[in-house]
């Protein structure tokens, strides 16, 4: 089983950045990948970033390129989204998630309960 616990979202104008922290914990093999969904009011929720956590590759969102970026510290088993030039549309809720391999080696997504980020113009 495994624990997601996000921090860092918060109210930021536009223009601003916003640093977001998760951190897994509990019982498990090994993290495969760690990323970020968000989801906007009456939206469905989206892909934002990942990172794989062997070799450490990223993607990306089209919409979010070149301004967020994924990060990883794996002895904390943390990641990281630092966002930058953040516009009213990337206001949502966002969610962290882990792709785990449980102590039977299954593959299990985990979610985290979301954190709030709103960018005001």
């Known amino acids: 089983q495994v624990e997601l616990v996000e921090s860092g979202g918060g109210l930021v104008q536009s223009g601003g950045s916003l640093r977001l922290s998760c951190a897994a914990s509990?019982?498990?093999?090994?993290?495969?990948?760690m990323g970020w969904f968000r989801q906007a009011p009456g939206e469905e929720r989206e892909f934002v970033a990942t990172i794989n956590w062997s070799g450490m590759s990223t993607t990306y969102a089209d919409s979010v390129k070149g301004r967020f970026t994924i990060s990883s510290d794996n002895a904390k088993n943390t990641v990281y989204l630092q966002m930058n030039r953040l516009k009213p549309e990337d206001t949502a809720v966002y969610f962290c998630?882990?792709?785990?391999?449980?102590?039977?080696?299954?593959?299990?997504?985990?979610w985290g309960q979301g954190t709030q980020v709103t960018v005001s113009s």
């Open positions: 998630n882990a792709d785990v391999r449980d102590l039977g080696l299954r593959r299990v997504r985990s």
């Open positions: 509990g019982r498990f093999f090994r993290i495969d990948a």
